[in-house]
């Protein structure tokens, strides 16, 4: 079967450091995506992992572990406009389709 | 230029309207998306257009019909929704297959 699971909600203060984890079981994996979303927005991509490591994008990185089937994304100097849900989402061999974690909601706190 | 633009941003419509959403892209992207997204829930695919073919259809009910007029621009056809339809519609569009998806700014769609 085709599941993607990501804590539901989290907490963090600002300028901190939080880490949102995101296991998967797909069938033919290729690739981890991870998207923002604020609320009443449009999901925002943030990154892709095909293979095992860290990528850095400024305050935002992933990491990505294939042998593990896991993944996490981690932002630093946390601020107040991060506060966001967090969806994680695998492809699948050479497919158009993604299947999508419930997404993380992440509240920031002064 | 990442910019996919969807029109209108909200929409209400009865159960027997015919109403059509609208999406535009210039990234020269070959694949287009709509997604269906209740609250608190992930992106919901509905269909995908691939070189301006239909390329997936998730069982969607006919009631919704999709068109690609060409490679840049994607239509949903609405015709006798159910107020379980309200939801924001978002359009999508990637370079192909496992590439990064740019999302539109979404339909906020209510149906009475």
């Known amino acids: 079967g085709q599941n993607i699971d990501q804590p539901t909600e989290m907490t963090a203060t600002e300028g901190a450091i939080v880490q949102i984890n995101c296991t998967y079981q797909t069938s033919g994996f290729n690739g981890l995506f991870w998207y923002q979303q604020h609320a009443g927005e449009a999901p925002t991509f943030l990154s892709y992992n095909v293979l095992d490591g860290l990528e850095e994008k400024g305050r935002f990185s992933s990491f990505l572990s294939r042998s593990k089937g896991y993944s996490y994304l981690l932002l630093k100097e946390l601020q107040m406009k991060d506060s966001a849900s967090y969806l994680c989402?695998?492809?699948?061999?050479?497919?158009?389709?993604?299947?999508w974690g419930a997404g993380t909601k992440l509240i920031i706190k002064p | 230029d990442t910019e996919v633009t969807q029109t209108p941003k909200h929409l209400v419509m009865g159960m027997t309207n015919k109403k059509s959403l609208k999406c535009e892209q210039h990234m020269g992207h070959r694949a287009m998306y709509w997604y269906k997204q209740k609250a608190k829930k992930p992106p919901e695919l509905m269909f995908v257009y691939s070189y301006e073919k239909l390329s997936i259809n998730e069982s969607v009910p006919s009631r919704f019909s999709p068109e690609c007029p060409n490679s840049s621009l994607l239509n949903l056809h609405l015709h006798a929704l159910q107020p379980e339809d309200s939801a924001l519609y978002l359009c999508a569009s990637s370079q192909g297959p496992n590439s990064e998806q740019y999302f539109g700014p979404g339909t906020r769609l209510t149906v009475t």
């Open positions: 989402a695998s492809g699948m061999d050479s497919n158009y389709q993604l299947i």
